[in-house]
């Protein structure tokens, strides 16, 4: 059904709608027989990622969708069939809706196939088969109606100058008619991933969108006399079509909060994990050793805080018996009130000569280290130190 580029606007667009209208009420009831009509995601999900790839309109896409739902419907067919029929099907539904050089070619598809894992490679023969017995069973008419068709014709009156924005006037019709148009192509894209819905009309389901986009977007009231007077449908008639709409729409918001909320707790985990590292990092042994006679006891750092508290402990009471059994009598001790006056609150004032790594990682952590330094019973009132540890 090639038509004019926005019908919707033109002087025919009530005539259009008219003969649409009555060429639904002559489609094919859909029984939903299909033996694999568990794996009609797959192919819709197929045919949307192909008819994007290749740049086709929404009806196009529709179109396919409801050839292979109507051909699945009346035959049992295996998988690896199914692949080059919706390949068919899409193509149809391309030469029927689109212009000459929009219509995908035959290595193009055969391409977009092989990147979606279709293990299928179509031949010109075989394709024109399939497109033949295709046509044969919808006696070579596919002039079927899909909500797609009316949508846009919808959406031109979806937004009035008197309606309201949460109870206030729009300020912008542009702008809400443009969000309108994206919620309204949204629930479009629902309505072909369940096949629940083809117990309606296409028109009602194209109605239910906009209704529902109304909804979504707090536009009241919800539906309106001119919006009822275009599409004929009441807001009885579309209730139980926006009920499932809008049950996909909380669905599909639930999961996309999940999903962040995931996404926003790996991160924390990353930042945690990059924290540690980078601690681990200050606090990790420099090639710069002053004390290379205990670099046994360094080596066996476990809590970058504790650890290094009992290496310098260790160090400490190693020069202390070394200085007592040279029998030096000018070595004097340090009692804690010694200690406590060179401990500042500042821990720049410490004039440890140790390794670099350490100095950086006392630094940039004060508060940590500091409390943890007072904490310890290393550098508790019953321990005396020689001056030289820290004078050296």
């Avoid at 794996?39 to 179109?63: E, G, I, K, Q, W």
């Avoid at 709409?245 to 995931?262: F, G, P, T, W």
């Avoid at 205990?294 to 402990?313: E, G, I, K, M, N």
Wanted: overall charge neutral; some cysteine.
């Amino acid at each position: 059904m090639r038509m004019e580029e926005q019908w919707w606007k033109g002087e025919l667009a009530a005539d259009i709608h008219q003969t649409l209208r009555m060429k639904e009420l002559k489609l094919p009831v859909y029984k939903a027989h299909s033996p694999q009509i568990g794996m009609r995601r797959y192919f819709t999900d197929l045919l949307t990622v192909l008819s994007s790839r290749c740049n086709l309109c929404p009806t196009a896409r529709h179109l396919a969708v409801y050839l292979l739902d109507l051909f699945m419907d009346h035959y049992d067919i295996t998988v690896k069939q199914l692949q080059v029929i919706s390949i068919a099907c899409l193509l149809l539904a391309s030469k029927f809706e689109e212009k000459e050089d929009r219509v995908p070619k035959l290595e193009q598809l055969n391409n977009l196939a092989y990147m979606c894992n279709v293990n299928v490679v179509l031949n010109k023969k075989d394709l024109l088969k399939m497109e033949l017995l295709l046509l044969e069973n919808f006696n070579w008419n596919l002039c079927l109606p899909t909500p797609a068709h009316y949508i846009d014709y919808y959406l031109f009156a979806s937004v009035g100058e008197k309606d309201l924005h949460n109870g206030w006037p729009i300020t912008s019709l542009t702008k809400v008619k443009a969000f309108m148009e994206k919620y309204a192509y949204y629930f479009l894209d629902f309505s072909v991933q369940d096949y629940a819905f083809l117990n309606f009309r296409p028109s009602l389901i194209a109605a239910a969108c906009v209704c529902a986009s109304r909804i979504c977007m707090q536009i009241s009231p919800s539906w309106t006399t001119q919006l009822q007077l275009i599409t004929c449908y009441s807001w009885e008639h579309l209730a139980q079509c926006i009920e499932m709409m809008l049950i996909y729409y909380e669905n599909d918001v639930k999961e996309a909060s999940k999903v962040k909320k995931q996404i926003t707790l790996q991160q924390q985990v990353v930042g945690s994990a990059n924290h540690q590292g980078t601690t681990q990092v200050l606090f990790q042994q420099s090639s710069y050793h002053p004390l290379a006679q205990h670099s046994t006891a360094l080596s066996q750092f476990q809590s970058p805080v504790q650890d290094l508290c009992s290496a310098y402990r260790d160090s400490l009471q190693a020069h202390r018996r070394s200085s007592l059994l040279s029998g030096s009598a000018s070595t004097s001790l340090h009692s804690y009130s010694a200690l406590q006056a060179s401990l500042q609150p500042s821990v720049q004032t410490l004039p440890i000569q140790g390794p670099i790594t350490m100095q950086v990682a006392i630094a940039t952590e004060p508060r940590h280290c500091i409390s943890m330094a007072y904490g310890s019973s290393y550098f508790s009132g019953h321990h005396t130190y020689t001056p030289g540890c820290f004078d050296r």
